[in-house]
């Protein structure tokens, strides 16, 4: 009797260790970063997130298979789309699938980045993880998220081509259906900081593009630190359509050499347009790509060279290309040569700035971005500032040990910040986002001016933020500058160099013949005000004062001078010059959640 007791205790116990639920990786700093994003305490047990959906579109979700509670149970993965549903809305061969990249976790990671901003209640917010591994399923996945009325879509992803960085393009296309549907886009801007060139196509006799500001007129340098490193290079023109694959008759060729001329990679398909299909060695996009794989790492001076060569195709004036330099090794690093913080792979002849991607150019989505020297800025080749959003920081941590960091993780955090709004006030839309950003930055501009600090509870409820304080009233008869470099002084806000280039950029494509006519300009927003940017003779815009609420009169728009001359768009980097010492000021002040009050005044 005592050895079956004995037996039957042990059977117990074993059921009983069988039952536990298995451990779960979760955010580690979940409420430290709730608190850093201002939702503590104001938020701290949110209302309504049941009925709040979010949609994460992303290539893999590895873990979702219903035995870890990473999510909420109501959770739904969609890695297939229905037959009947792709072809009622024309998105392409019924019979075409695709699945999740295997081991991606980074969707996964996303939504429990969103769950955890948003509380880790278990009623919700509810999310619907959907394959958007390509573009034909990004399509899917975006047309899925409308027809499922969701509130929130999160893609903390970019595209490296498929569209002139201008909003439009075909992947932009699929976007703009769900921002009409009023759903909260939030995207990445991406972690391209750095590591992007801009110019135009200007070719030289011997066919090769001449480029500005690099050493080299014809070469763009790369350097890299580590051997058997994988670095891809993307080039791309100005040449696209919003339909896909829409075809192109200029043709340019990549070619990578080491510092001897000897070439270490080229990709040289052959553009197509019209009705001819793309054969092998074809396209019908005006991209060329080049992954070159086990890299050997070089010393300084030895640096790898990239060149472009037009092979067909009339260039002109308003033509321009984008060269952007990626690898799988560029976790920071300290150089043992110098003792200074470096990335494996930096593109030393790099812009400043014009390093956003679709669908992060779109001009309805939210674009996030963070204070770090990788993630990527603006302005769009069509001269509008982006990011929308900037999180203090982007770096993750989790209870298993893993740690990430980049504007992905701020677009999540960014799209928790959103349930929990939108779950407090279903009326939020974008537009009222974009006016909440523009207050934090009067309040960041009034606080660098050195205004005096005030009582926050006396400020008007959009402004009662921190100890910051607006911009005094302008005093009647104040003559506001017409000359741009004359902003900032007195009761005006400073011009960042960021804005600057947007209104550049902005005149350049207003100039552009091949683009629709556009009587209205422009319009650039800022902290110092808004500018309309309008399409030719001189004075080249006007500049309209910021309203606020000390000083809600209507300020009447004031023709400016002509745009400074520009300055030059790339240059080259000593070797112990920190990338940090050419990025562009972040375009915004750092996000702070508005109060339920604030929120409430907002949307009214």
Do not use: C
Not at 20 to 47: C, F, I, M
Not at 104 to 123: K, Y
Not at 198 to 212: I, T
């Amino acid at each position: 009797m005592t050895r079956t007791l004995a037996l039957l205790i042990a059977v117990v116990a074993v059921g009983v260790a069988i039952a536990e639920p298995p451990a779960v990786s979760r955010p580690a700093n979940a409420d430290e970063t709730r608190k850093t994003l201002g939702l503590l305490p104001d938020y701290a047990a949110p209302a309504n997130l049941a009925n709040i959906t979010v949609a994460v579109l992303d290539t893999g979700f590895a873990g979702i298979d219903g035995k870890r509670p990473y999510l909420p149970a109501n959770t739904t993965v969609v890695e297939h789309y229905p037959a009947d549903f792709v072809q009622r809305n024309n998105l392409g061969d019924p019979a075409f699938q695709r699945p999740f990249t295997p081991g991606d976790t980074h969707g996964r990671l996303m939504a429990q980045l969103v769950w955890a901003t948003a509380g880790n209640r278990p009623e919700g917010p509810k999310f619907l993880l959907l394959n958007a591994n390509g573009p034909t399923l990004f399509r899917r996945a975006v047309r899925y998220a409308v027809e499922q009325k969701v509130d929130v879509i999160l893609f903390s992803g970019t595209f490296e081509a498929a569209g002139n960085f201008d909003g439009r393009g075909p992947i932009n296309a699929a976007v703009d259906e769900a921002v009409a549907a009023g759903i909260l886009w939030v995207n990445a801007a991406g972690n391209s900081g750095g590591k992007v060139y801009n110019g135009p196509v200007d070719v030289g006799a011997d066919g090769y593009v001449k480029f500005r500001g690099p050493k080299q007129p014809t070469a763009l340098r790369f350097t890299n630190r580590f051997d058997e490193n994988a670095v891809t290079v993307t080039l791309t023109w100005n040449d696209y359509r919003d339909a896909e694959d829409a075809g192109t008759d200029k043709d340019l060729d990549l070619v990578v050499e080491d510092a001897a001329g000897k070439v270490v990679g080229e990709s040289k398909l052959v553009q197509v347009s019209g009705a001819k299909a793309a054969g092998a060695g074809e396209t019908r996009n005006p991209r060329e790509k080049l992954v070159l794989t086990d890299l050997p790492g070089v010393a300084a001076g030895q640096e790898y060279r990239i060149r472009v060569k037009a092979k067909a195709g009339a260039f002109g004036p308003r033509d321009r290309l984008r060269v952007l330099v990626s690898a799988a090794k560029d976790a920071p690093f300290t150089d043992p040569a110098t003792g200074k913080t470096a990335f494996p792979v930096e593109l030393l002849d790099a812009s400043v700035g014009g390093e956003i991607y679709p669908p992060a150019d779109h001009s309805g989505v939210l674009t996030v971005g963070d204070t770090s020297t990788s993630s990527a800025v603006g302005p769009t080749s069509d001269g509008r500032v982006k990011p929308d959003v900037i999180l203090p920081a982007g770096v993750a941590r989790f209870t298993g040990g893993d740690e990430t960091a980049g504007s992905s993780n701020a677009a999540a955090y960014f799209a928790g910040v959103l349930a929990v709004l939108r779950a407090q006030d279903p009326a939020l839309n974008a537009g009222h986002v974009r006016l909440w950003v523009r207050r934090l930055d009067v309040i960041a501009a009034a606080r660098a001016a050195g205004n005096p600090a005030a009582n926050p509870a006396a400020l008007p409820p959009p402004l009662a933020v921190g100890k910051a304080v607006p911009p005094p009233p302008l005093p009647p008869g104040t003559p506001i500058p017409t000359n741009l470099r004359a902003l900032g002084a007195g009761p005006f806000a400073p011009l960042s160099p960021n804005s600057e280039r947007a209104m550049r950029f902005a005149d350049q494509t207003l100039q552009d013949p091949r683009r629709p006519s556009n009587a209205g300009g422009v319009i650039v927003s800022t902290p110092a005000g808004t500018f309309t940017v309008q399409r030719g003779g001189r004075p080249a815009f006007t500049y309209t004062p910021p309203q606020t609420p000390l000083n809600p009169a209507p300020q009447p728009p004031v023709a400016m001078n002509p745009l400074p001359a520009p300055q030059p768009v790339a240059r080259a980097q000593a070797p112990d010059e920190p990338a940090a010492a050419r990025r562009p000021v972040p375009p915004h002040a750092n996000w702070v959640t508005p109060t339920p009050r604030q929120l409430a005044d907002l949307t009214r």
